[in-house]
């Protein structure tokens, strides 16, 4: 899951269809770690969000 609109929205209609759907994620890198000090899509609390 991105966090997104569509993401979300596409699980919830096949939810609605009456498929299981269970979301995932993945960090691909530690933004801590490359001193990445803007906001982006990926920090920590974004991740735990999706």
């Given at each position: 899951?991105?966090?997104?609109?569509?993401?979300?929205?596409?699980?919830?209609?096949?939810?609605?269809?009456?498929?299981?759907?269970?979301?995932?994620?993945?960090?691909?890198?530690?933004?801590?770690?490359?001193?990445?000090?803007?906001?982006?899509c990926?920090?920590?609390?974004?991740?735990?969000?999706?």
């Open positions: 899951m991105s966090g997104g609109v569509d993401s979300s929205v596409t699980a919830l209609l096949l939810q609605q269809a009456g498929y299981d759907c269970i979301g995932v994620t993945m960090r691909l890198y530690d933004s801590i770690r490359i001193n990445c000090n803007k906001p982006t990926c920090s920590i609390d974004d991740v735990e969000d999706a």
